[in-house]
């Protein structure tokens, strides 16, 4: 059972759309992570999350921590095919530890 | 900064045959990470070094698997013997006291 749920697991999406991915969990984290995996590279940190309820904006991408800090979200506005990848969300579990989800694979078509 | 340099990027080896694979973290850093990533598992943290120490190797499979750190600029993680299940893209990271983690470009291994 994996302690992050990503959903979902697969999105296609025409290149100007918008799209969502969840990142849920029924614990509580003092910090969220997610990343974005390119085929062939190891994931790269995006962005971190630490208060409850924060809104986090890199350019066309929005990242939000639920209020509870059980779970997150990510918006990408007029999606380009430079943003195909793997979303990763991850969150610490103790000092040095982190647990990742599963992942969401997103494919812009031009 | 090179970031965190991995070697080789692919390795193709025959079951039963030693395989090492290898990290050089970004200077300064004093936290390395060995990840492995499969379709089924998804990212798997194997072992854990802090200033060179390994702390935590409970996510190690068995022990065929064995890494060491015998300085800040270098890493291995060695399989011996290699088996046809261990066949992943095996990740090293680094970070500075365990925030923001950088990954390097990941080592395909495939054991047949």
């Known amino acids: 059972t994996q302690l992050l749920e990503q959903s979902p697991q697969f999105l296609s999406i025409q290149e100007g759309e918008n799209l969502t991915v969840y990142c849920n969990s029924s614990?509580?984290?003092?910090?969220l992570q997610w990343y974005r995996q390119e085929p062939g590279e190891g994931p790269v940190l995006l962005v971190t999350?630490?208060?409850?309820?924060e809104v986090k904006k890199l350019k066309r991408l929005t990242f939000q921590f639920g209020d509870a800090r059980k779970d997150s979200s990510l918006h990408i506005t007029a999606a380009q095919p430079g943003d195909t990848g793997l979303y990763l969300c991850a969150a610490g579990i103790n000092d040095y530890k982190l647990s990742f989800g599963a992942g969401t694979t997103v494919t812009v078509r031009a | 900064d090179a970031g965190v340099i991995q070697s080789p990027r692919h390795e193709v080896t025959e079951m039963g045959q030693e395989v090492t694979l290898r990290c050089k973290p970004i200077s300064g850093h004093n936290s390395l990470f060995w990840y492995r990533q499969t379709m089924m598992r998804g990212l798997e943290l194997l072992i854990y070094?802090?200033?060179?120490?390994?702390?935590?190797d409970s996510g190690m499979p068995e022990d065929r698997f064995s890494a060491k750190m015998p300085n800040a600029s270098f890493s291995t993680l060695k399989i011996q013997p290699s088996e046809p299940r261990d066949s992943a893209v095996y990740f090293c990271a680094s970070s500075l006291n365990s925030e923001a983690y950088t990954f390097g470009s990941g080592t395909r291994l495939t054991v047949v």
């Open positions: 999350v630490v208060t409850g309820g």
């Open positions: 614990s509580v984290f003092s910090s």
């Open positions: 070094f802090n200033n060179n120490v390994p702390i935590d």
